[in-house]
C-alpha cells in the first residue's frame, strides 16, 4: 500500500492523470504457484501401460497421469547434458554424453542443456507413446519442486523405461545440484505437461515461462 501511495503522489507531482499512469503501467501475470499446481495432482488417473523406473537399478513406481488438459508424473530428477557441448555438459563432465537432442533450436542446431530449461520424455513404448497423450517437442511444461515451479520445454527423449530426467538448466533453476555424473534428486519432482501446447522458438525460455503460466492458470481454472 504504501509503494501505491507513493507511486500515486509521483503521478501527481508528474503532473499525469491517475488513470493515464494506470494505462502506462505494464500489466504483469504470474502463474499459478506451485501449491494450487500440486492440488491438481494428488490422485492420478493412470494412462501409462504400467509403471516406469527412475533409474535402472531401481523398480517400476512411476505412473504416467492424466488430468484433462495436461498430463503429469511424480519423480526424480536425473540430469540431462546432452546437446551443444559446452564447459559445463560435454565428454568429459557427463560418462553418458551425446551432442544431439531429439528436438532442435531453430537454428536447426541442438539443444544448449546449460542454457535452456528442458525436461526429458521417455522414448515411445508400448508402456506410454507421449504423441498419443498431446506431448510433442517444444510442448510446455512445468516442473515443480521444493514448493518452487519452473516452465520449460520437452527438449529430449530417453529410455523407454526410465523417466525423470532434466537439462542442467532445469536443476539448477530449481536448486538442484546440476552435476551430470552426480547430481540430481531421488524424489519430490512433479512433472505437467499441457497437451497440445508447443513454445516457439523452442530455446526462448521467456516464452517457455508466459506460455507455461498462461496455460497453468487455464488448467488450474
Known sequence: MRKLLLFSAMVVAAGLAPAAAASAAPSTQAGPTAQQLLAKTTSCNQISNGKYKTDDETGRTIAVCDAG???????????????????????????????????????????????????????????????????????????????????????????KDIIGEASYATAKSLGINPDPANGGVDSGVTYICFKNSKVSPIEDHGKATSVGEGLAAKWVG
Open 69 to 159: 488438459n495436461a498430463v503429469f508424473w511424480k519423480a526424480d530428477m536425473d540430469v540431462d547434458c546432452d546437446g551443444q557441448p559446452t564447459p559445463r555438459c560435454n565428454k568429459n563432465t557427463d560418462p553418458w554424453f551425446q551432442d544431439g537432442t531429439a528436438y532442435p533450436r531453430s537454428d536447426g542446431k541442438a539443444l544448449i542443456a546449460d542454457q535452456t530449461p528442458y525436461i526429458v520424455v521417455p522414448s515411445i513404448s508400448s508402456t506410454w507413446n507421449f504423441e498419443k497423450s498431446g506431448l510433442k517437442g517444444a510442448g510446455s511444461c512445468a516442473v515443480i519442486y521444493n514448493n518452487k515451479v519452473l516452465y520449460t520445454v520437452i527438449g529430449d527423449t530417453g529410455p
